[in-house]
């Protein structure tokens, strides 16, 4: 079938559809209305009784209630599940989406710029994340899919874990990560400042951390598995002396986001048993960090793009080197 696509959306939102997408089609239902109701009719409207329509089953906004409820609907519909197919075209990034990733690097760099001059002891972490935000935003983010992470202390060893008004104290590691923001393209960076001069096993950490991260940098090119670019990683620090623990990925597509998450991790991720090879454009959050449980955590990322021989990085900006404040 060949057409125009037609967008279900609160009456609510209706005006924002109007005016951020290019989609003539809109229709809308009211909070007490059933918006299946109104799906399984304009699929009838469009002739699609009986036709094969391909839905997400895997999408995040599309829960499995709904599909419940408009299966029963729409019954002479074929369904067929086509999660990830509209995904897959969002990997390879054009040079018009690079552009405002590289403009979103400036919100990155700003902000993070910002938290790490904020940090300090009997500082809040409150005010660190506060000043972030706040630079951040006026070098031209808006806002991000989620908010920056800011972790104190033993705190960083949490994964996700965000600002709670904890006081800075001599000797903590403070985990700061953040993505500016443009038309919705993200640029992560991760950094970990510390209070004070760090203990060697700290010290140690860190550079095996950073190291990493190079020689997934030297790793990465077209035609290689994303998965080998994870093993690299992992076994570095795995091999390594200071007992940390790499927990999460190696890396994850990134671009273009809404809440919940700015990564597009759920389409192609740098970890274990991912055969996927890497293509120029594709671009990700090389993030090779390292947990200290008890103590915190130790990272130092960016934002790469892969290149057509190899990788070169996104952000820009603020200092690689071990930062003690």
């Known amino acids: 079938m060949t057409g125009e696509p037609i967008c279900a959306s609160r009456t609510l939102e209706g005006p924002g559809v109007d005016a ?10 009211r909070d007490d209305e059933e918006p299946m109701v109104g799906v399984a009719e304009a699929l009838a409207g469009l002739g699609l009784t009986g036709a094969r329509v391909g839905y997400e089953r895997d999408g995040w906004f599309f829960t499995a209630a709904q599909q419940d409820r408009l299966f029963a609907l729409a019954g002479d519909v074929v369904w067929v599940d086509a999660s990830l197919v509209v995904e897959q ?6 040079g018009a989406e690079i552009a405002l990733m590289r403009e979103a690097a400036l919100g990155t760099a700003a902000g ?3 938290g790490i001059a904020a940090v300090g002891a009997g500082v809040s972490e409150d005010e660190v994340a506060a000043q972030m935000h706040l630079a951040m935003i006026r070098a031209g983010s808006e806002w991000p899919a989620i ?3 800011v972790a104190s202390g033993e ?3 949490i994964g996700h874990a965000t600002w709670r008004g904890r006081t800075l104290r001599a000797g903590d590691p403070v985990f700061l990560e953040l993505a500016g923001c443009r038309r919705r393209y993200h640029a992560a960076m991760l ?3 510390f209070v004070g001069e760090p203990d060697e096993e700290a010290r140690v950490a860190f ?7 190079d020689l997934a940098m030297a790793t990465i090119r077209p035609g290689v598995a994303a998965g080998e670019v994870d093993r690299v990683c992992r076994d570095f620090i795995a091999d390594s002396p200071f007992g940390g623990t790499h927990a999460s990925r190696c890396a994850y597509s990134i671009g273009i986001a809404l809440p919940p998450d700015w990564g597009e991790g759920q389409i192609l991720s740098m970890k274990p048993g991912e055969t996927r090879p890497l293509e120029a454009n594709m671009t990700f959050h090389l993030l090779p960090w390292a947990q200290l449980p008890g103590r915190g955590a130790v990272g130092c990322t960016e934002t790469i793009r892969v290149t057509e021989t190899g990788a070169e990085p996104l952000t820009f900006g603020v200092t690689r080197e071990l930062i003690i404040v």
């Not at 951020?20 to 239902?29: A, F, P, Q, V």
């Not at 075209?89 to 054009?94: H, N, V, W």
């Open 20 to 29: 951020y997408s290019w989609i003539e089609h809109n229709w809308t239902y």
């Open 89 to 94: 075209g969002r990997l390879i990034k054009s």
């Open 112 to 114: 993070m710029n910002a």
């Open 147 to 149: 908010a920056p992470f």
């Open 155 to 157: 705190r960083g060893a």
């Open 191 to 193: 950094r970990t400042v």
């Open 207 to 213: 550079d095996v951390v950073r190291q990493a991260f």
